[in-house]
């Protein structure tokens, strides 16, 4: 029999400290239980705004060296400090901010399993029932969507960044001869794509990543409304073709960042297949009213597009990290992701593998996040909860209108931009509400010019913290 080394003898060591034994285990649950409950008691009273400065943080992490080991009890103690005084908290039933909604209870649970069991999704025959799960929501929402499900496919991305750079992988294979052998080198004409002025910016990223550059990207301009206008388009892509270039996708935006704007998606699939461009529909965001009844209407023209970015940790309670993309034809995937290695197991059929089906590689279990809470709520129960939070922007809206303030963007979604109608400073405006800590909004550009922009992000919202976002805003104004 081998005698074990000495350098072997203290595994149980260090598995207890990895992994705790379960009398410690025991005191961690008890203080993670206490956390959730203080948190899910106590997060519309907190300040929304970041409490501790710059040095108070810097004075926590001075503690931290990683030169010798800390107690557990200490480490969680100073963490959740941290969590509660050293961020903005999205989550909050009055942060009124960017496309970050309060993640359902549910959604916290399916992290907690996923990072317990850490499957591994580069292969069915690895985690053939986690692979099995994201396939029948992708295919649910397809479906939603308008999308054969027999032919539709897609994956779980880490956001709606990485969907849509796979949305213009997919579309480089699908209209430029060529792509996927030999690239971008010796194509004879430069590829051009065309986005709306309004859209995510992630797009010039995406423009480099690809290898395009930035010169490829065209910014076609809005309608009054934000809306791509169609003419501009239609002109841009005439344009190109007689400079000899190769127009080759067509974005548009469901949902827009800025004004919540939805993009003409009929007359922008009819341009598309007059032209032979391949159609991609960014969603993500505004893409979870596919859910509702009510408001699914407003991406009418969506069943048309070769695919779809929609994001779950945007407005469907996920947390962050669950992004989707979602094809008509699950062949635009595997044409140009599709690989053959000596190392990765090989099951009975490859198609079933994520990893040739997308652009990473070895990767989480994303889609839980989503399974598990709409397993239990079901569509009605999301459908439930966008329809209320429009109500509830269409009553931040009226709010407004009434106490002088003017909303400058068109959308029937719950995103209010506004100015005041006699002109106050509107940064002024904004840096006194924020000190504050009460409530918490943004600035931005809309129509040229400045505007507040706030957004209904929260399940947890109530008319109760709409009205103290107006009278927020109301006394900033008035102190001026």
């Known amino acids: 029999m081998s005698t074990i080394p000495d ?15 379960a009398t410690e285990r025991e005191h961690i ?29 810097a004075g926590v992490m001075a503690r931290y060296d990683f030169s010798g080991s800390h107690a557990p009890s200490a480490v969680l103690g100073d963490l959740v400090r941290l969590m509660e005084q050293g961020m903005v908290h999205v989550t909050s039933p009055r942060y009124f901010g960017l496309f970050n909604p309060s993640t359902s209870f549910w959604g916290t649970v399916a992290d907690f399993i996923t990072a317990l069991y850490n499957p591994q999704l580069a292969v069915w025959s690895h985690a053939p029932a986690c692979v099995d799960i994201e396939t029948k929501l992708i295919r649910y929402l397809a479906t939603l969507a308008g999308y054969d499900p027999a032919v539709a496919g897609g994956s779980f991305t880490t956001g709606g960044a990485e969907a849509n750079c796979t949305a ?11 792509f996927a052998r030999d690239g971008l080198v010796g194509q004879a004409a430069r590829p051009v794509f065309y986005i709306s002025a309004e859209s995510h910016l992630a797009w010039v990223k995406i423009a480099l ?23 501009q388009l239609r002109k841009a892509i005439a344009d190109d073709r007689d400079n000899g270039l190769l127009p080759f996708m067509l974005v548009a935006t469901a949902g827009t960042t800025n004004a919540g704007s939805i993009d003409p998606l009929q007359e922008l699939a009819a341009v598309s297949q007059e032209q032979g461009l391949y159609f991609h529909v960014d969603a993500a965001w505004a893409g979870a009213i596919l859910l509702s009844d009510r408001h699914s209407h407003l991406l009418a023209g969506i069943q048309f597009a070769d695919s779809i970015t929609l994001d779950a940790h945007k407005w469907l309670t996920a947390p962050m ?7 008509a034809n699950r062949r635009v995937l595997s044409e140009p992701f599709a690989v053959t290695t000596n190392y990765m197991p090989v099951g009975d059929d490859l198609n079933l593998d994520p990893y040739v089906n997308s652009m990473q590689w070895s990767r989480r279990f994303n889609g839980l996040k989503l399974f598990i809470p709409l397993a239990i709520l079901g569509r009605g129960g999301f459908a ?12 931040l809206k009226q709010s407004l209108a009434r106490d002088g303030w003017e909303v400058v963007n068109a959308t029937e979604l719950p995103v209010i931009c506004i100015r005041d109608t006699a002109g106050a400073d509107l940064d002024a405006i904004m840096a006194k509400v924020l000190a504050a800590g ?33 009278f927020q805003l109301n006394a900033a104004r008035a102190s001026l």
């Open 7 to 21: 350098a072997l003898d203290n595994s149980s060591t260090i598995i207890a400290s990895l992994f705790p034994e």
């Open 384 to 395: 439930e909860m966008i329809d209320y939070q429009v109500e509830l922007g269409n009553y």
């Open 209 to 231: 990543q690809s290898g395009l550059g930035h010169e490829s990207v065209r910014l076609v301009g809005v309608d009054a409304q934000g809306r791509m206008d169609v003419r």
């Open 321 to 327: 990290g669950t992004g989707m993309f979602i094809c």
């Open 438 to 470: 009460e409530v918490w909004f943004s600035i931005t550009t809309c129509g040229k010019q400045k505007a507040l922009r706030t957004c209904i992000t929260s399940y947890r919202s109530t008319p109760q913290d709409v009205d103290q976002l107006v």
């Open 168 to 178: 213009m992988i997919c579309a480089l294979n699908q209209r430029v001869p060529g």
């Open 29 to 57: 649950f008890a203080f993670l239980r206490q956390m959730v409950d203080g948190y899910a008691d106590e997060i519309g009273s907190l300040k929304v705004e970041p409490t501790m400065s710059k040095a108070d943080i």
